[in-house]
Antibody, heavy 125, light 106 residues
C-alpha cells in the first residue's frame, strides 16, 4: 500500500525557516517524481513545486510565489522528500501536502496519484 | 499562465441525483485534465485523469469528458459519501487548479 506521511509542520515566526519531510512507503520511491502542494485555510489548492527522479536529473521546478525561498530535495536511500522553507511569510500559512507524480518526471498529462494527509504550517508573530 | 474556472461554485443535490460539474481552461489543454475529490479535513483524492480515465478503485458512477477547453465531471447517481469539494487540474503546463465546486446535501 502506498503511503505518504508528512511531518515537520508547526508555528513559526515570519522570516524564519522550517523543513517539512515526506516519508514514503509501499513503492520504489526513486522511480517517481514527488511534488508539494499547499492549501491556505478555507482556500483552494496551490502547487508549490516538484522534484524529478534521479533518472530525469533530479531537477526541480517551483511556483513563482515560492521560487527563491523554498527548496525541494530528496533522499532516495531513505524514501524521503523534503521541503525547505526559508524567509517565511504570513501568506505561507497553509496545510502542506506531499504527493507522488505518476511518472519519474512531470510531463504533459501527468497527474498526482497519491497524497499524504498534510501538515499544517502557521506563520505568525 | 493557464487559468482554470469551474461552475457552479457550489450546488445542493440529493442522494440519487445526477450531478455535472464543468471546468473550463483559458486556452486549449488537449485532454490534460484531472479531477480530484476533497472531503473536509482530508487530502485530495484523484478521481479522473486524462479527462476521462477512471483512477483505479474509483466507483464507476464517476465519469469525465471533454477536450480542448471544456470539460465535465459527472456523478451518475450521487451517494452520501460523494458530498465533497471537487477540483479540476490542468497538466498542460505547471499544475494549476480550478477554484473548486462544493457539493452539499439538499
Amino acid at each position: 500500500e502506498v503511503q505518504l506521511v508528512e511531518s515537520g509542520g508547526g508555528l513559526v515566526k515570519p522570516g524564519r525557516s522550517l523543513r517539512l519531510s515526506c516519508t514514503a512507503s509501499g513503492f520504489t520511491f526513486g522511480d517517481y517524481a514527488m511534488s508539494w502542494f499547499r492549501q491556505a485555510p478555507g482556500k483552494g489548492l496551490e502547487w508549490v513545486g516538484f522534484i524529478r527522479s534521479k533518472a530525469y536529473g533530479g531537477t526541480t521546478e517551483y511556483a513563482a510565489s515560492v521560487k527563491g525561498r523554498f527548496t525541494i530535495s530528496r533522499d532516495d536511500s531513505k524514501s524521503i522528500a523534503y521541503l525547505q522553507m526559508n524567509s517565511l511569510k504570513t501568506e505561507d500559512t497553509a496545510v502542506y501536502y506531499c504527493t507522488r507524480v505518476c511518472s519519474g518526471s512531470y510531463y504533459w498529462g501527468d497527474y498526482f496519484d497519491y497524497w499524504g494527509q498534510g501538515t499544517l504550517v502557521t506563520v505568525s508573530s | 499562465d493557464i487559468q482554470m474556472t469551474q461552475s457552479p461554485s457550489s450546488l445542493s443535490a440529493s442522494v440519487g441525483d445526477r450531478v455535472t460539474i464543468t471546468c473550463r481552461a483559458s486556452q486549449s489543454i488537449s485532454s490534460y485534465l484531472n479531477w480530484y475529490q476533497q472531503k473536509p479535513g482530508k487530502a485530495p483524492k484523484l478521481l479522473i485523469y486524462a479527462a476521462s480515465s477512471l483512477q483505479s478503485g474509483v466507483p464507476s458512477r464517476f465519469s469525465g469528458s471533454g477536450s480542448g477547453t471544456d470539460f465535465t465531471l459527472t456523478i451518475s447517481s450521487l451517494q452520501p459519501e460523494d458530498f465533497a469539494t471537487y477540483y479540476c487540474q490542468q497538466s498542460y503546463s505547471t499544475p494549476g487548479f480550478g477554484p473548486g465546486t462544493k457539493v452539499d446535501i439538499k
